[in-house]
Each structure stands twice: as structure tokens, then as C-alpha cells.
């Protein structure tokens, strides 16, 4: 089975921007989530997605948002951008059964605000 | 609200020799899950070892193993055999079983794994 992927893997913006990172999950994977990742404060869960609903969010401002897909792929979106949301963005996904608790990592969108 | 705490920030290890990374918890749930996710220069997160918290065996996989306290609510990793490809960061993480913590792993700040020839 293909891997979890992430587009684009590089973005640069401008403050002020907005800008939308994609994730398609393992084929049958169902829930979707993401995740922050900085140097200053490590791995920070954003929100989880499953069946095209929003089930759980982190706490972080409005400016983030998500949505999911009839096909489990999903988007996040950051509007406004500030300096502070240069980060890695992860999306992990995982089954939601038996074995759901695992969640498999994409390889991430590196964001440059500038 | 559960935490998770690596107060190891870099370890050193020469090869074929075996390392121990530290992991603490909080929680007030009974039933849980932890994990080990190891994140090389690639940054790519890739799962090495997860335990139940209502199983007492530790878990197992090749080199990895864990050493779970439940009582203690600790959890650490031994990397027996260490390789030059297990240079990385590691990251424990909880997932609880509650509704808000549906999709949601609590990382820790992480542990370098430094290998030496």
C-alpha cells in the first residue's frame, strides 16, 4: 500500500496569506489527523477528521481549518498567515478499528512565512 | 490533561551497543495507549513500538523493546544492538481513550539518539 502523502512538500508565503496543504491517506484509512511541529513547542495536534466530520481540534486559533473529503483525503487551510505559523505540518492517518490507535505519518509540508 | 515528558534531551550511543530512552506520563484514564515514533533527518514519523495499557507483557519488536510501568506511568524504549540507521529523534507518545482524544497523540519533547561508529 502507498504511503500517506502530503502536497506541496515546500511552501513559502507572505504574512498576511492564506495557504491550503493537502494529505491523502493510506488507501481505506478513514480518519485524518494534523499536526504542528516547531522548535519552540515541539508536536502540536491541530484537529482530526473522519467520515468528512471535524471530531477533534487542538487548541489553536480560528485561522486554522480543515476539511475532509467523500474519499478520506484532506485539506487544511491557515488564513492570515503570521510569522509564528512557519512549522512543519504533519497529517497522519490511521484506520479507526482494532487496530485504529496506530497513525501513520506523511512526510510533511515545510511553511516559510515571511 | 495528560502530559508527556522526555527529560533526556540528547543520548549517545556506540554501535551494537544498547541505549534507554526515559518516558513519563500523567493521566487519570486506566486504559490507554503509548507509543514510540522515531523521526530521522527525513523527518519522516515512523511508528517503532506501541504497548495497551491493559496488557502487562511489554512489547516487542527486533531490537525494540519497552519497559512499561503502569503504577509508575512510565514508559522507556531500550534499543539493544544499536545501527548508524537508528540516528534519530524520538518521540513518545499517549493517546487516551476518551472522546477528546479521538485522532490525537500527546507527544513528548523528544530524545536525540546520537550512534558513534
Known amino acids: 500500500k502507498a504511503g500517506v502523502t502530503q502536497t506541496p512538500r515546500y511552501l513559502i508565503k507572505t504574512r498576511g496569506q492564506q495557504v491550503t496543504l493537502s494529505c491523502s491517506p493510506i488507501s481505506g484509512h478513514r480518519s485524518v489527523s494534523w499536526y504542528q511541529q516547531t522548535p519552540g513547542q515541539g508536536l502540536q495536534f491541530l484537529f482530526e477528521?473522519?467520515?468528512?466530520?471535524?471530531?477533534n481540534k487542538g487548541n489553536f486559533p480560528g485561522r486554522f481549518s480543515g476539511r475532509q473529503f467523500s474519499n478520506s483525503r484532506s485539506e487544511m487551510n491557515v488564513s492570515t498567515l503570521e510569522l509564528g505559523d512557519s512549522a512543519l505540518y504533519l497529517c497522519?492517518?490511521?484506520?479507526?478499528?482494532?487496530?485504529?490507535?496506530?497513525?501513520?505519518f506523511g512526510p510533511g509540508t515545510r511553511l516559510t512565512v515571511t | 490533561a495528560q502530559t508527556v515528558t522526555q527529560s533526556q534531551p540528547e543520548m549517545s550511543v556506540q554501535e551494537a551497543e544498547t541505549v534507554t530512552l526515559s518516558c513519563t506520563y500523567d493521566?487519570?484514564?486506566?486504559?490507554?495507549?503509548l507509543f514510540w515514533y522515531k523521526q530521522p533527518p527525513s523527518r519522516q514519523m515512523i511508528l517503532v513500538i506501541r504497548q495497551e495499557a491493559y496488557k502487562q507483557q511489554n512489547a516487542t519488536e527486533n531490537r525494540f523493546s519497552v519497559n512499561f510501568q503502569k503504577a509508575a506511568k512510565s514508559f522507556s524504549l531500550k534499543i539493544s544492538d544499536s545501527q548508524l540507521g537508528d540516528a534519530a529523534m524520538y518521540f513518545c507518545?499517549?493517546?487516551?481513550?476518551?472522546?477528546?482524544?479521538?485522532?490525537?497523540?500527546?507527544f513528548g519533547a523528544g530524545t536525540q539518539v546520537v550512534v558513534t561508529p
Open positions: 507518545a499517549y493517546r487516551g481513550m476518551t472522546t477528546d482524544s479521538w485522532g490525537k497523540l500527546q
Open positions: 497522519a492517518s490511521s484506520l479507526y478499528g482494532e487496530e485504529a490507535y496506530e497513525q501513520y
Open positions: 493521566t487519570s484514564e486506566s486504559d490507554y495507549y
Open positions: 477528521y473522519f467520515s468528512e466530520t471535524q471530531r
